[in-house]
């Protein structure tokens, strides 16, 4: 089945910086690769998504990039602000099937600092 | 938007004792469901799918006779955890796509406490 391997698991970065955070996947089925932020004690947000006929995809301040041929994927943070603390957790899946389940990586734990 | 509910949000039970847990989709039906585990500071691990009208179908190393779904309508699927151990505490998370948005949501999850 897929697995999916995310680092750093902590991340520290001065208000401001930029942050990444990088996962790899094994399942080259695999088409849909889902952001999640994470605060504590609640469920998962979506805040970005791309599918695998799309190499790059923006939002503001957040964007992913998508190696296929690598089965890599990227969040990157820009102008990080005190409010991007929190977990936030890659995930994979095969989207548009019965089995489109979503395998999550470990985490990213990104931290602010004012 | 599309909302997906559970409930109750947290729960304090005896050792041994049963708890249910709902998942509701609120502004769509879902054929599927799924539930997912998450111990403190651990990423989420999928248990099982939930399939309205049929079995659940369950990821490895769970124990379905443990951790019975009934996914009995388009909207509800309830997770019942079945005597229930301290090492059955968890957060408790559901999930439901909705294939006419293109995307997959999220509850809020359930904090299971078993003493």
């Known amino acids: 089945g897929e697995n999916v391997e995310q680092h750093p698991s902590t991340l520290s970065v001065q208000e401001g910086d930029s942050a990444v955070i990088k996962c790899t996947y094994s399942d080259s089925a695999s088409n849909y690769f889902p952001w999640y932020k994470q605060e504590l004690g609640k469920g998962p947000q979506l805040i970005i998504d791309?599918?695998?006929?799309?190499g790059e995809k923006k939002d503001q301040r957040i964007a992913v990039t998508l190696n296929k041929t690598a089965k890599h994927f990227s969040l990157h943070i820009t102008e990080t602000q005190p409010e991007d603390s929190a977990v936030y957790f890659c995930?994979?899946?095969?989207?548009?099937?019965?089995?489109?389940?979503?395998?999550f990586g470990s985490g990213t734990r990104l931290s602010i600092r004012p | 938007g599309a909302v997906v509910s559970q409930h109750p949000s947290w729960v304090i039970c005896k050792s041994g004792t049963s708890v249910k847990i709902e998942c509701r989709s609120l502004?769509?039906?879902?054929?599927?469901m799924f539930w997912y585990r998450q111990f403190p500071k651990q990423s989420l691990m999928l248990m099982a799918t939930s399939n309205e009208g049929s079995k659940a179908t369950y990821e490895q190393g769970v124990e379905k006779d443990k951790f019975l779904i009934n996914h009995a309508s388009l909207t509800l699927s309830t997770l019942t955890v079945t005597s229930a151990h301290p090492e059955d505490s968890s957060f408790y998370i559901c999930?439901?796509?909705?294939?006419?948005?293109?995307?997959?949501?999220f509850g809020p999850g359930t904090r299971l406490l078993v003493l």
């Open positions: 995930a994979a899946s095969k989207e548009y099937s019965s089995a489109s389940k979503i395998i």
């Open positions: 502004d769509f039906q879902a054929t599927t």
């Open positions: 791309i599918r695998s006929n799309v």
């Open positions: 999930s439901a796509p909705d294939y006419t948005q293109e995307t997959q949501y």
